[in-house]
């Protein structure tokens, strides 16, 4: 059974004090790799699709990278505008759900000015 | 724009209602999934289906119903048979052999 773990489960910043935050997965054959942010009473948004170990990928501020175990979302000098849950999610070649998501309980962020 | 709606945006239901949630999509994605949300908890899965007429049930289908008569359309009949419906209900879509999804806003529902 896939499984994804976020860490921490809310983690409060000042302005401009990067950070990372954690995805750790266990999978039957990773397909790919997925991070989400989402604002408080709306749906997910989008943010980065890795597939191999290595893999890095950037938008703005922040920097998702993978390895075999985990991947890292990293938050460089973050605004207040920063704040959200940040969902983890992982799809694996195993099992006959072609296309399903596991996803993590998420990491709370603040950001404080 | 392309992109997903849900409506209604917030829901309220009765002990013993059934109730159904809308989900419409012009992004001409052929796979559409339904999921749930509650505190503290993971997206999970309850329903999704890959092609027109054909839907395959997720980890937590139980009193849950769907139809797909429609390549754009998704929508999900909480019945009165789902025990602890309250929850934040989201809709998902993407291209068959492709695995992100991408979400609508979702939809609150509440029991009175």
């Known amino acids: 059974e896939d499984q994804v773990t976020q860490s921490p489960e809310a983690l409060r910043l000042q302005e401009g004090e990067s950070s990372s935050l954690n995805c750790s997965y266990t999978v039957s054959g990773l397909r790919g790799l997925f991070w989400y942010r989402q604002d408080p009473g709306k749906g997910p948004e989008f943010l980065f699709t890795l597939y191999s170990a290595g893999e890095e990928k950037e938008k703005e501020r922040l920097k998702a990278t993978l390895t075999k175990k985990e991947s890292f979302l990293h938050i460089t000098a973050p605004k207040p505008e920063d704040s959200a849950t940040y969902l983890c999610?992982?799809?694996?070649?195993?099992?006959?759900?072609?296309?399903?998501?596991?996803f993590g309980q998420g990491t709370i962020l603040t950001v404080h000015p | 724009d392309g992109g997903i709606t849900q409506s209604p945006k917030y829901l309220f239901r009765k002990e013993g209602q059934n109730v159904t949630l809308s989900c419409e999509q012009n992004?001409?994605?052929?796979?559409m999934y339904w999921y749930r949300q509650d505190p503290g908890q993971g997206l999970r899965l309850i329903y999704y289906?890959?092609?027109?007429?054909?839907?395959q049930k997720g980890d937590i289908a139980e009193g849950y119903s769907v139809s797909r008569e429609k390549k754009e359309s998704f929508p999900l009949t909480v019945t009165s048979a789902q025990k602890n419906p309250t929850a934040f209900y989201l809709c998902?879509?993407?291209?068959?052999?492709?695995?992100?999804?991408?979400f609508g806003p979702g939809t609150r529902l509440t029991v009175l």
């Open positions: 289906s890959q092609i027109v007429n054909d839907f």
């Open positions: 992004l001409n994605h052929d796979a």
């Open positions: 998902a879509s993407s291209l068959v052999g492709r695995d992100t999804q991408y």
């Open positions: 999610a992982v799809s694996s070649a195993g099992g006959t759900s072609y296309g399903k998501l596991t």
